[in-house]
């Protein structure tokens, strides 16, 4: 399995906190994404990166944020969480150079009350 | 931009029934298109991919998928489902325009019945 670990995997909060997810690879990969799953949207793309500092903005971008300082890190951050964005949350990695496959995490559940 | 379409939310099949899940796309550049599946309570694992060359592409658990760049579709087939088949489907693509973005679809339900 590629190395990818998402953070936490399940978190609770109240309306209106800030929140930030964590993915880390040790793979060394260029390109990370972050996607929201909601029945009946499948997946979603919010912020992705391809590379450190370069981001840049998906389908469902509004109310997150995204930062890479590094390469093995990718930040989503929720500024202020409304219920609305109560999904589960992916991030993703990959290369395109020599395999040409995403490859995902196991998945953030947020629950915003 | 590029967009993926799944046409069906769910398709209910009986094992060992031949079964296709459609997939439509759109790009106005050339695309490397997927098929990823999620198992209940699990992350995506990959199907199977089109990159370039033969239009009939093969992937793990007998699917397949063939690639029609005239009508911009790439459906998933298997010829014989076992009820371990029964997941979420999703259909991916990416657009070669040097931005990566990885674009799916909304799913499709593929339920085994015995």
């Known amino acids: 399995d590629a190395g990818i670990t998402q953070s936490p995997r399940h978190k609770v909060t109240e309306t209106g906190t800030p929140v930030t997810l964590r993915c880390h690879q040790t793979e060394n990969h260029r390109y990370m994404y972050w996607y929201r799953q909601d029945p009946g949207h499948g997946l979603r793309l919010i912020h992705y990166?391809?590379?450190?500092?370069?981001?840049d903005k998906g389908e469902v971008s509004d109310g997150y944020s995204v930062s890479r300082s590094k390469t093995e890190d990718f930040l989503l951050t929720l500024e202020s969480a409304t219920s609305s964005q109560t999904s589960v949350y992916f991030c993703?990695?990959?290369?395109?150079?020599?395999?040409?496959?995403?490859?995902f995490g196991q998945g953030t559940r947020l629950t915003v009350v | 931009a590029q967009s993926v379409t799944q046409l069906d939310s769910q398709v209910p099949v009986f094992e060992e029934a031949p079964v296709e899940l459609r997939c439509n796309y759109s790009s106005s550049v050339s695309v490397y298109l997927f098929w990823y599946v999620q198992y209940p309570n699990q992350g995506l694992q990959l199907l199977l991919k089109?990159?370039?060359?033969?239009?009939l592409v093969k992937g793990i658990n007998g699917f397949e998928a063939e690639f029609n760049k005239s009508q911009t579709s790439f459906h998933l087939r298997k010829p014989s489902v076992h009820i371990s088949d029964t997941a979420e489907y999703f259909c991916?693509?990416?657009?070669?325009?040097?931005?990566?973005?990885?674009?799916f679809g909304s799913g499709t339900r593929l339920l085994v019945r015995p």
């Open positions: 089109y990159l370039s060359g033969s239009t």
């Open positions: 990166s391809y590379g450190v500092k370069d981001t």
């Open positions: 991916a693509v990416i657009s070669m325009d040097s931005s990566y973005k990885l674009i």
């Open positions: 993703a990695i990959s290369e395109y150079r020599d395999n040409t496959e995403a490859f």
